[in-house]
């Protein structure tokens, strides 16, 4: 079956602008969380939406957001972008809400702000 | 707060040898341990988790050990392959929530 699909992989931006990224998950995976990766913080947290609700939240400013779906995909959204959120912003879904639950990730999308 | 950190940021070892990945964490009210591959270009990919009720899982040439006594993760890899070569992360679940920790980084040579 299908993995789960992030768009684009690849995006430029200036500082002060925003962006929108998406996330398509496994077909009936209800989960959807966003991970920030860069080379000084790792992988870190943004949220977790399920059943179109924000469940968990990282420790991240305001000018990061998401929203889920109905059909379960997801996106996030950065305005006001900073160089500092340049980063590989990685999706990942899960079938459960709850428990031990095995997160399938995409393979992400590259952001360069400058 | 909570924290999951790795012991080595590099490790290189002959093709054909075992490979042993350490993680520590810091505080062990969690669902479970995962360990994720990735490579270079590719988001990170699930290899084996461990409940935090049990000391030992094996998977196919890999076998996951924690200790909760030290609060000390390891992951084994048997033959390590050059396929294996790539960043391994440990991360502590809570729910659908995971903490990773900083990455090692196997190298396998020829």
């Known amino acids: 079956k299908a993995g789960v699909t992030q768009t684009p992989r690849y995006l430029i931006k200036t500082r002060g602008q925003q962006v929108t990224l998406s996330c398509s998950p496994i077909?009936?995976?209800?989960?959807v969380s966003w991970y920030q990766q860069t080379p000084g913080q790792g992988l870190q947290f943004l949220f977790e939406?399920?059943?179109?609700?924000?469940?968990n939240k990282g420790n991240f400013p305001g000018r990061f957001s998401g929203r889920q779906f109905s059909n379960s995909r997801s996106e996030m959204n950065v305005s006001t972008l900073e160089l500092g959120d340049s980063a590989l912003y990685l999706c990942?879904?899960?079938?459960?809400?709850?428990?031990?639950?095995?997160?399938?990730f995409g393979a992400g999308s590259r952001l360069t702000v400058l | 707060g909570e924290s999951v950190g790795l012991h080595l940021p590099t490790l290189s070892v002959q093709e054909g040898d075992n490979s042993i990945i350490n993680c520590a964490y810091s505080?062990?009210?969690?669902?479970?341990f995962i360990w994720y591959k990735q490579e270079s270009g590719k988001g990170p990919q699930f290899i084996i988790d461990?409940?935090?009720?049990?000391d030992k899982r094996q998977g196919q040439r890999v076998t996951v050990l924690l200790n909760k006594t030290v609060k000390h993760l390891s992951l084994q890899i048997a033959a390590t392959q050059p396929g294996d070569s790539a960043v391994y992360f440990c991360?502590?679940?809570?729910?659908?929530?995971?903490?990773f920790g900083g990455g090692t980084r196997l190298m396998v040579k020829p």
């Open positions: 991360a502590r679940g809570a729910g659908n929530m995971l903490t």
């Open positions: 939406y399920f059943s179109e609700t924000q469940r």
């Open positions: 990942a879904s899960a079938f459960g809400g709850s428990g031990a639950n095995v997160l399938t």
């Open positions: 077909s009936g995976h209800r989960s």
């Open positions: 461990i409940r935090s009720n049990m």
């Open positions: 505080n062990s009210a969690s669902d479970y």
